[in-house]
C-alpha cells in the first residue's frame, strides 16, 4: 500500500500535483461509498433474519452453530448463546441422528436440501416437526465454508393436516350423503353415501347443479334454501323430497348450512342428506293405524253413549239412585273416551298435512255454553266460574275451537285438585276476541313451558306420574290456533296454578 502511495513523479516538484491529489480523494470517497452500501446491506439483512417466523441458523462444515437468530431461539427454545460455538446435532432425536451426515455430504457435493420435513428436539425435550431448507455457504473462491440451514415449525400444519384426513375419512365412511356446493348450486364435493343414495357418481355430480336432484314442484326450495343461508341462518332437519339418478322419490332430511372463509364470507354450502323413507313409511303406517283404529272406535262410542243417555234419564225417572250413579259414571268416561279419539283422529290428519278448517260464523257463548254443559254434567270435582264476554260471532271452525276448549278445560281439570276454582274467561278487544282459562293447579316448570306444545310432549314430575295421558292436547289445540292465525300462550307458577289463553279475529269475515 505504502509503495503506491509513494508520489510518483517526485523529479516535476516537490509536491503532489493537484490532480492527483483530487483523484486519491475520488478514490477513496468511492471505497468510503461502497463500505457504507455493504454495511447498509449487511444491517438489512440482519433485520430481515432476526424479524423472521423461520428459525435461520448457519453452522460450519462440523455441525458447529456460528449463528442462530430469534425464531429460532423462540422455536427451539435455546438462546443464541447457548447455541453459538455448541454441535447442531443437540437437536437431532436419537432416531435421527444419521440424517446429519446425509445432510452434510449432499452439501459438500454442491447441492442444497430443500423442503425436508423432519422431526427435532426442542430444549424442553419436545418433538417438533420441522421443514427444512439447507445450502451451502461459498467463499468468493467458490469452495464451502459453511452450511445456511431455515427451519420452519410445521407442528400446527401437520396437525392440521391430521384432522383434515380424519374428516375426510369420516365423510367418506358416513351413512349419510355430505355434498358440498357453491353458491350457484354447483356440486364440489360428493360423497360415498351421496352416491349410494343417490344413485350418481362423484364424477357424474361434481361440476354439476345440485337441481338435478329436485323435483319439478320443488324446485324454489333451492333458491329459499340458498336465500335463508345467506342472511346467516342455518337450514335443519328440513324434510323434503329428491329425485335418484333412476327417477326414484325419496324422502330426505337435509341439513344445510353455510361455509365461511376466515373472514366470514359465505363461500359456499354444505349439505347433509339423510334417507329417511323408510321412517317416513313406517310413519304412515302408524299413521294410517291410529286413523282407522279411531274411526272405528268412534262409530260404536257415540252409540253406547246415545244407549247410557238413554238408560240414564230412565233411572232418573224410576228414581233408581244406584243405576243413576253408576250411569252418570259409565257417560263420563265415555265422553273421555270420545275426546280421546277426536284427539287421535285430528293428529293423523296433521300429520298428513290433511287437517283443514271447516269455516263458520257463529255465536262464541253459544259454543262457550255448549262445552261448559258437557263438562258440567261429567265434572263436579271443581267449581267452574264462566266469565263471558258481549254476544260475539266469529268465523272459525266451530267443532275444532270447541275441541280446543274441551281440552283447555279438562287439562285445567286434570291437573288441579279437586275443590279448587277454574275461570274461563272470554274478552272482547276490538276486533278480536281473548279466551282464557285460569286454574289454581300444580303449575308448570318454567323449563317445560316452551316444550308443552310439542307432539307427545308431558312434563315429567312425580305428581304427574298418576295423571294420564298422550301429550297431544296441548299439540293439537296450538296446531288448531295457529290454523286460524292466532297463537296459544301460557303463564304458570308452580304450586300457584296456570293461565291458558288464545286470540282469535272477531266478527264473520
Ligand atoms: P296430556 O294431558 O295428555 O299429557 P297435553 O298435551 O294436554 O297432554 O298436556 C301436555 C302436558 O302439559 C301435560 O302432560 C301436563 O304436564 C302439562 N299441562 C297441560 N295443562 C296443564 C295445566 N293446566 N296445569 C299443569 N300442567 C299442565
Not at 482 to 491: A, F, P, S, T, Y
Amino acid at each position: 500500500m505504502q509503495e503506491t502511495n509513494k508520489p510518483q513523479n517526485e523529479g516535476s516538484g516537490q509536491q503532489r500535483s493537484e490532480q492527483e491529489m483530487s483523484a486519491e480523494i475520488k478514490g477513496q470517497e468511492i471505497l468510503i461509498a461502497k463500505l457504507r452500501l455493504a454495511e447498509e446491506r449487511s444491517a438489512m439483512l440482519a433485520a430481515i433474519v432476526d424479524s423472521s417466523d423461520d428459525a435461520i441458523i448457519s453452522k460450519d462444515l462440523n455441525g458447529f452453530v456460528t449463528s442462530w437468530n430469534a425464531a429460532a431461539e423462540r422455536i427451539f427454545g435455546y438462546s443464541a448463546a447457548e447455541m453459538i460455538g455448541t454441535s447442531i446435532t443437540k437437536l437431532i432425536p436419537t432416531d435421527r441422528t444419521e440424517e446429519e451426515s446425509l445432510i452434510l455430504s449432499k452439501l459438500r457435493r454442491g447441492e442444497r436440501v430443500q423442503y425436508f420435513h423432519t422431526k427435532r428436539l426442542t430444549k424442553s425435550g419436545a418433538l417438533i416437526d420441522v421443514s427444512l431448507t439447507i445450502s451451502p455457504v461459498k467463499d468468493q473462491k467458490g469452495s464451502i465454508i459453511g452450511v445456511s440451514k431455515i427451519a420452519r415449525d410445521i407442528t400446527d400444519l401437520i396437525e392440521a393436516e391430521k384432522q383434515s384426513a380424519m374428516l375426510s375419512a369420516i365423510v367418506s365412511y358416513s351413512d349419510d350423503a355430505i355434498i358440498s356446493k357453491d353458491l350457484n348450486s354447483i356440486v364440489t364435493s360428493w360423497n360415498n353415501a351421496a352416491e349410494r343414495i343417490f344413485g350418481y357418481t362423484a364424477a357424474e355430480m361434481i361440476g354439476q347443479s345440485i337441481v338435478k336432484l329436485i323435483p319439478p314442484d320443488r324446485l324454489q326450495e333451492e333458491p329459499n334454501i340458498i336465500a335463508r343461508l345467506k342472511s346467516g341462518q342455518r337450514v335443519d332437519h328440513f324434510e323434503t323430497k329428491r329425485l335418484t339418478k333412476y327417477g326414484k322419490l325419496l324422502d330426505v332430511s337435509l341439513t344445510i348450512s353455510p361455509v365461511m372463509d376466515l373472514t366470514g364470507r359465505i363461500i359456499g354450502i354444505s349439505k347433509i342428506a339423510r334417507d329417511i323413507t323408510d321412517k317416513k313409511q313406517e310413519e304412515q303406517r302408524k299413521n294410517d293405524f291410529i286413523a282407522i283404529v279411531s274411526h272405528e272406535l268412534k262409530t260404536p262410542l257415540t252409540s253406547m253413549r246415545s244407549y247410557i243417555q238413554l238408560a240414564l234419564s230412565k233411572a232418573v225417572k224410576g228414581s233408581d239412585n244406584f243405576t243413576e250413579n253408576l250411569l252418570k259414571r259409565a257417560e263420563t268416561q265415555t265422553g273421555k273416551m270420545t275426546t280421546l279419539i277426536q284427539d287421535f283422529l285430528n293428529l293423523s290428519r296433521l300429520e298428513e298435512g290433511k287437517m283443514s278448517l271447516n269455516l263458520s260464523a257463529f255465536y262464541l257463548a253459544e259454543l262457550m255454553e255448549e262445552v261448559l254443559g258437557d263438562i258440567l254434567t261429567l265434572t263436579t270435582s271443581h267449581q267452574i266460574n264462566y266469565e263471558p264476554c258481549a254476544e260475539v260471532s266469529i268465523t272459525a271452525d266451530r267443532e275444532k275451537i270447541g275441541q280446543v276448549l274441551t281440552n283447555l278445560l279438562g287439562n285445567a281439570i286434570k291437573y288441579s285438585p279437586e275443590g279448587s276454582a277454574i275461570i274461563v274467561r272470554c274478552m272482547l278487544n276490538k276486533e278480536s276476541v281473548q279466551f282464557s282459562v285460569i286454574d289454581q293447579g300444580y303449575g308448570i316448570p318454567v323449563a317445560d313451558q316452551a316444550r308443552l306444545f310439542e307432539r307427545f310432549y308431558r312434563v315429567d314430575t312425580e305428581r304427574q306420574h298418576h295423571v294420564s295421558g298422550f301429550g297431544i292436547g296441548l299439540y293439537l289445540v296450538s296446531e288448531i290456533i295457529k290454523l286460524h292465525g292466532g297463537e296459544i300462550k301460557v303463564q304458570s307458577e308452580l304450586g300457584k296454578g296456570s293461565a291458558f289463553s288464545f286470540v282469535l279475529p272477531a266478527g264473520p269475515e
